[in-house]
Structure formats: structure tokens, C-alpha cells
């Protein structure tokens, strides 16, 4: 732990919120993932202020991050996280460092926790097909393009969207970015790895075989590319 990163966080704590009931020092630095362009990230919790809110600052060349709740609207912000399939929130606060805390952090890491193990809110079966339906759509632009440029941006579209599709399917967190990869290795480093070479190789050498392959793999174990009689909303005739 870099102790300057600490020594921040609390000055930071001190001078701007002074009579906050918590605050966490969270990110890449608190899991010895830093790099030399992280941020540090501080969760504050006030017992009674109007809304929840996030400021950027510098301090002490740092730059940090902060998100300000009260002891409710956290609540909120977890719900959402779980819905979408992204815990920002929730591994913030259970990975934090307590910098301070009037007694009542322990519960909120407590609950992060639980949401963390319990994984995301289950697709129905209409949200499945439907995000088949997409991941389909996304494919067959990829195969029919013959565009270099629109190429590369259907690529980057496919391999975001067959990523959520792998990990949502199976009820496994999800991400954006650096996050995804991760999340991928977490579930399955096997399959992270023929994603990544299968991608790696598009990018490299414009073959597009495999990434084809490995995406119609993947649907195939939840009923193939579908097309024909996918409907979203209700059908309606005049009469």
C-alpha cells in the first residue's frame, strides 16, 4: 500500500469532509494494481445530505475520484449496479480501506459483500433471446463488411457484446473496458484466452474466421443466431 496514496486519502477526509460519518479509500491502489496514471477512489457517507453526488480534485499529484452518499442512497446505487451487471459501488466499498468510521461502515461492507457473492440479477428468458437477437445482428455485420473502418468499430461492437453475453448468461459480473477482460479471466481464463487470441488475430491480420467461430460457439450452446420470428413488443392490427 503506497502510504502517500493513504496519507492523501485521510488529508483529503480531513479537509473536505470533516463531519462525514464514513469514508473508504478504494481502486487499483488498495489492490496493489496501480499503475502510474491510477486514481485513488473515496466512497464518503454523510448521515443526512440531499443527494449523492461524484467531483474529480487533485491533491498531492494524485488524482481522486469521489462519491458522496448518505446512509440511503447507496442503497440505490447498489440496486442499480446489480441490474446492469457492474458493481462499481458494491467493490468499492467492499475492497475499501476504512479511513474513517462512526460505527456503522461495517454493515455497508457487509451488504457489498452479499450482493458480490450472490452475483447479478438473472436475465429472463425474453432478455436472453433478445440479447441473442442483438448479438446475432452484430455478427452478421461483421461477416458482411467489407469496409475496413466500419469493420474495425463492428469488431469492437462484437466483442463487447459477446463478452456481456457470456458472462451475464451464466450470472457472472460484468464490466467496461479493462473491467470485462478481467472479468472474463475470472470466469473462465480458458475461454479469456481463445477470446483474446481469437480478437488479437482479427486486429493483426483481418481473419475473421475465428472470432467468427468462437462467437457462433457461443451461441450455439443457447439456441444459435436467431432471426426469424424474433419480436420485440406486441403485434397490433387494426380490425
Known amino acids: 500500500m503506497d502510504k502517500n496514496a493513504l496519507a492523501t486519502a485521510k488529508q483529503l477526509v ?5 463531519d462525514c460519518e464514513a469514508a473508504l479509500l478504494a481502486g487499483s491502489i488498495v489492490r496493489g494494481e496501480a499503475t502510474e496514471t491510477s486514481d485513488l477512489d473515496l466512497v464518503v457517507f454523510y448521515n443526512n445530505i440531499m443527494s449523492s453526488y461524484r467531483k474529480s480534485v487533485m491533491e ?22 446489480c441490474q446492469r451487471g457492474r458493481p462499481s459501488l458494491p467493490n468499492m466499498v467492499a475492497e475499501g480501506i476504512v479511513l474513517k ?10 451488504e457489498a459483500r452479499l450482493l458480490l457473492q450472490k452475483g447479478p440479477a438473472e436475465w429472463s428468458a425474453k432478455e436472453a433471446e433478445q440479447k441473442r437477437y442483438f448479438l446475432t445482428d452484430v455478427l452478421e455485420d461483421f461477416l458482411g463488411c467489407s469496409n475496413r473502418a466500419e ?3 463492428i469488431a469492437n461492437a462484437l466483442a463487447e457484446q459477446l463478452s456481456e453475453f457470456v458472462l451475464r448468461i451464466n450470472r457472472q459480473w460484468t464490466g467496461t473496458s479493462k473491467w470485462l477482460v478481467r472479468a472474463l ?6 475461454f479469456a484466452g481463445r477470446f483474446i487470441e481469437a480478437f488479437d488475430s482479427y486486429y493483426r491480420t483481418a ?7 468462437l462467437t457462433d460457439a457461443v451461441l ?19 380490425q
Open 151 to 153: 469493420e474495425l468499430f
Open 220 to 238: 450455439n450452446k443457447h439456441g444459435g443466431r436467431v432471426f426469424d420470428g424474433f419480436a420485440i413488443g406486441k403485434e397490433s392490427r387494426d
Open 14 to 18: 480531513a479537509q473536505l469532509f470533516p
Open 101 to 110: 468510521d462512526n460505527r456503522m461502515i461495517e454493515s455497508i461492507k457487509h
Open 185 to 190: 479471466k475470472r470466469y473462465d481464463a480458458e
Open 60 to 81: 498531492n499529484g494524485w488524482p481522486v475520484e469521489i462519491f458522496v452518499h448518505s446512509l440511503t442512497s447507496y442503497q440505490a446505487y447498489f440496486d442499480s449496479d
Open 207 to 213: 481473419e475473421k474466421e475465428e472470432v467468427i467461430q
